[in-house]
């Protein structure tokens, strides 16, 4: 598709700049009035309203070909080079000599890029006026000496702010970020925000030193060195407010967290002493295990200039930058709520901390979602507070670039490099980065460059391993006390007014920390878009999930259908079209039909469904094909959004080659989004270990330590036929042990609500079930699907359309209705796929009268009561056994053995235990399955 030009792509072209502007071109920024485009992968846009398909794909390699300056500018820039080159050194070189580092641990450097005699500029005449149109932006001068040029220049790129932004391919970006950088200078704070930045400065560093009194043994992970993060949110979202936001989503790790919750979030102080002396967050009544202090989040409402701007600052857990793709999400789902196409209505702001920002493999995934279509926000305002250390890792061991801002470099993200001592500095910059946002929809991150003025927490000392960095630290005054001079120089505080502030401000926590003697959280949990949702107390009532049969036919028919005007492949017509067509008329339902049976059906009650994951669209084992490709343009057709007019949408996300932040993205849309049905599938269930700390820290535990519902589908292709290590086991034994069933008391009522239902079934209609019952509940629970490979297409796994009709649910157990329970002495308990090979086995070995195969399908919840209800119509049972065909430490044993046990003497057959999740060698996989076989039937 390269080189065409039909509205899908952009042709490879060659444009040569003017004579003149050649040898300039050298340092990258200097040519920006031309492209010499690449090969890239076209930008092809998909019509969502015709096709059904997802949001247009976008690159950062996308290159705009129109020219950022005018002819006039052009000529100027020709007939000046030398100069020129110069300007494009300063703004590319210039961060390095600039003073970023208040410790001034930083060495900082004086390229020869920036030597006058490298341009032929030294013998300049002091008098000689340059044009500057098209070089240079100086406010209110047409023409400038060399020696103001020079000056201009520095004060722009090598003082207290050290832009980096030449990488930037579209040369209209760079353009525009070169003029604003260079306003910086002639910008001036008014006296109301150095004020407001003294205040909210000063009641951070209050709100530190009252802990340190009051609870000096609290991990508070105060804000002493980086304050100026506070006025620099408040700038942001003034900015924000401004430009037409309405809505802010913040993801932040712990440092800093407790001075903008009491701070500029208005978080009572008194809910955090509350907590500090050891009681739930939570309101009486509220079941929940909660979280560590410095993981608290909160949602509030900001009056900007007399706009309200609503913001959330989500819950986070240790894990540093996992929150980062979540926020990502929580901010699409609000987008797609609001109708915001433009994606400026709702601002994403990550917070990071300059260790975790380099270190975290994340943070990379999390990039690499910004500029594609189903993932995009319209960028994100990073900030990363930089401490200049992490944990006790100085830098020069902790990343191996400059800066940690560089990993952005890799999505064209401009950065803002500012001294934290410098605050006016911090607001201008902010101020800048928001503007450069809502204009380009790009990220662009604020790299805050401070200290930390205690150890990485307050108990530690931070001597032990950076005495010098500390002996610095420890002599100096703190930013509220440097930038007080500035208050009571220029006459915008007193120094009486600025003591009676602090003391007004003691007084309040004082207060409060009397009134922190009683509970004080409302409850807050379930509102909004959670209105009419519950926390329930069990989560094992059945849901009638059945639809009309006539409606299922339709749903089936029009799940092939699509425009003439779109050409599917050939062989998929046949297989997919047209066999379905046929099995369904023989009544003979499958895996994918009874899937889009089940989507299908939730569309049309007004669900929306996200189905996101590798080859979704088409499935891993080509199975689903929800998503028909166009064979002349890629154009693609969603044949289940033209059911009918009132319907939801399903979104099919054909996710990028990463498993950690593509789920904890779909997790942050799951959780503002309860009327989407949020489908996340592992191409091989194995792969899901690669996102375990969502899995871990959000998924499995958001509600109980946040009380955060979600219901989340993990699809995780499972199951032993000889594919080897890495394609077998979805690992069922961690989810397992992830839910707070208790095993070991099975009547214990808690068992009636678990975190979370973990299913392994077997039937079509069973897969239909689950998937509506996840909608139709008035809660929201992640749902585990251990679903099948082998079975998608086994002629055991099929279903009737009457086994989906109305009065029909969801079974936990499926009894064996083929044999006679009077003569029944042996059960085999299975899960999932062998169940079709015991099956198999016991018609071969003639013991079909006296075994029962039970299947159990959801495993968690445990069925116990439908499975022992079962059991008991076997008077002459002699024997139970659990057969699985994964080895002994893995798949369920160790989680059913002891409920089982509390009422069975229960034999395991399976493979034995084993380090790896299966075997690679075939003919091992063989006989280890016959051994089962034989094991399970053995007298």
């Not at 295990?289 to 959330?312: C, F, W």
């Not at 499935?619 to 002349?632: A, C, I, K, N, P």
Request: aromatic share 8%; with cysteine; proline share 5%.
């Amino acid at each position: 598709m390269l080189g065409r030009t039909s509205g899908l792509g952009i042709q490879r072209t060659s444009s040569h700049p003017s004579q003149g502007t050649n040898r300039a071109s050298r340092n990258g920024f200097a040519n920006q009035g031309h492209h010499i485009t690449t090969p890239v992968r076209p930008l092809v846009k998909l019509n969502s309203d015709q096709f059904g398909a997802s949001a247009s794909r976008l690159y950062s390699t996308d290159v705009k070909l129109k020219s950022a300056f005018s002819k006039d500018e052009l000529q100027n820039r020709s007939e000046n080079a030398n100069l020129l080159r110069l300007v494009s050194s300063y703004r590319r070189y210039g961060h390095l000599t600039a003073d970023l580092d208040p410790l001034g641990l930083v060495k900082r450097v004086s390229p020869p890029e920036l030597e006058l005699s490298r341009y032929g500029l030294d013998r300049v005449s002091e008098s000689q006026e340059f044009p500057l149109q098209g070089l240079i932006n100086i406010e209110g001068k047409q023409t400038a000496t060399l020696g103001e040029i020079i000056k201009h220049l520095k004060a722009s790129y090598c003082d207290k702010i050290g832009p980096e932004f030449s990488y930037i391919q579209h040369a209209n970006q760079r353009r525009w970020f070169a003029d604003q950088v260079e306003q910086l200078e002639t910008q001036s704070l008014s006296t109301d925000e150095k004020k407001r930045a003294w205040e909210l400065m000063a009641e951070a560093e209050a709100f530190d030193h009252f802990m340190q009194r009051k609870f000096p043994f609290v991990k508070r992970y105060g804000l002493e060195g980086t304050e100026a993060m506070i006025p620099a949110l408040d700038a942001i979202f003034a900015q924000a407010s401004n430009s037409g936001v309405t809505d802010v989503v913040i993801g932040m790790p712990h440092r800093g967290r407790l001075n903008l919750l009491v701070g500029l979030l208005k978080y009572p102080p008194r809910q955090v002493f509350w907590k500090v002396k050891g009681n739930s967050e939570f309101p009486q009544g509220v079941h929940g295990a909660g979280d560590v202090l410095s993981h608290i989040g909160t949602s509030v409402s900001l009056d900007y200039r007399g706009k309200p701007l609503k913001i959330s600052l989500i819950e986070n857990p240790s894990h540093l930058e996992a929150i980062d793709p979540v926020a990502m999400g929580k901010v699409r789902s609000k987008q797609t709520l609001m109708s915001d196409s433009e994606r400026r209505k709702v601002l994403c702001v990550q917070i990071h901390g300059d260790a975790a920002f380099y270190g975290q493999g994340i943070v990379a995934e999390m990039l690499g979602l910004t500029k594609l279509g189903d993932f995009t926000v319209g960028g994100t305002v990073h900030m990363i507070v930089n401490n200049q250390l992490g944990f006790t890792t100085p830098a020069h061991h902790g990343r191996s670039s400059r800066y940690s801002a560089d990993i952005a470099k890799i999505i064209d993200g401009p950065a803002l490099h500012v001294n934290a001592e410098s605050p006016e500095d911090v607001i201008k910059v902010c101020k800048l980065a928001v503007d450069y946002r809502q204009k380009y929809q790009g990220d662009v991150i604020i790299d805050l460059i401070g200290y930390r003025r205690q150890g990485h927490n307050e108990m530690d000392e931070p001597g032990f391993t950076q005495p010098v960095m500390y002996k610095n630290i420890r002599s100096r005054a703190s930013i509220i006390s440097i930038y007080k001079e500035t208050m009571e120089r220029e006459k915008i505080l007193s120094e009486e007014e600025m003591s009676q502030f602090v003391k007004k401000i003691d007084s309040n926590y004082e207060s409060e920390l009397q009134a922190a003697g009683v509970p004080s959280a409302t409850d807050q949990h379930l509102k909004g878009l959670w209105e009419g949702f519950i926390q329930p107390k069990d989560i094992t009532t059945q849901v009638d999930t059945g639809v009309q049969v006539e409606k299922l036919h339709e749903i089936s028919a029009k799940s092939t259908q699509f425009p003439s005007s779109i050409k599917i492949h050939e062989r998929l017509a046949r297989t997919f079209a047209k066999a379905r067509e046929t099995a369904v008329s023989k009544n003979s339902i499958d895996w994918a039909t009874a899937e889009s049976m089940a989507f299908g059906s939730l569309l049309q009650e007004g669900y929306d469904i996200r189905l996101s994951g590798q080859d979704t669209g088409r499935g891993t084992f080509s199975q689903r094909h929800v998503e028909l490709t166009d064979q002349d343009s890629e154009n693609r057709y969603v044949p289940l959004n033209h059911l009918s007019s009132n319907q939801g949408k399903l979104q099919t996300v054909n996710s990028p080659l990463s498993e950690l932040a593509v789920l904890a993205y779909e997790y942050g849309y799951a959780i503002n989004s309860p009327n989407t049905l949020p489908i996340w599938e592992a191409q091989f269930g194995d792969f899901n270990n690669g996102a375990q700390i969502i899995i871990d820290n959000f998924i499995s535990s958001g509600e109980t330590k946040w009380l955060k519902q979600n219901g989340m589908v993990l699809l995780l292709p499972h199951g032993y036929d000889g594919t080897g290590p890495e394609h077998s086991s979805g690992r069922m034994e961690r989810f397992l042990t992830l839910t707070d069933f208790d095993t070991v008391n099975p009547t214990n009522p808690s068992n009636l609500n678990t975190n979370m239902s973990i299913v392994n079934v077997t039937t079509p209609a069973n897969y239909f079930h689950v998937l509506r019952r996840q909608m139709l509940r008035n809660f929201r629970k992640p749902l585990i699907v251990f679903s099948p490979k082998i079975l998608l297409r086994h002629p055991q796994a099929i279903s009737k359309v009457e086994d989906m009709a109305p009065g029909t649910h969801f079974q936990p157990v499926i009894a064996d209705p083929s044999v006679d329970s009077s003569k029944v002495e042996r059960v085999l308990l299975c899960s999932g796929k062998i169940y079709v090979d015991l099956q198999a086995e016991r018609a071969k070995r003639n013991f079909s009268e006296n075994t029962a195969i039970i299947r159990i399908e959801e495993l968690c919840p445990f069925p116990v009561e439908k499975l022992r209800s079962e059991l008991n119509k076997f008077s002459n049972l002699k024997n139970v056994t659990w057969c699985q065909e994964e080895s002994q430490n893995a798949g369920a044993w160790n989680f059913v053995n002891p409920i089982l046990r509390n009422y069975y003497d229960v034999k395991y057959v399976g493979r034995g235990p084993l380090a790896s999740a299966a075997t690679g060698i075939s003919t091992v996989h063989k006989k280890e399955s016959e051994d089962i076989f034989n094991a399970a039937f053995s007298s």
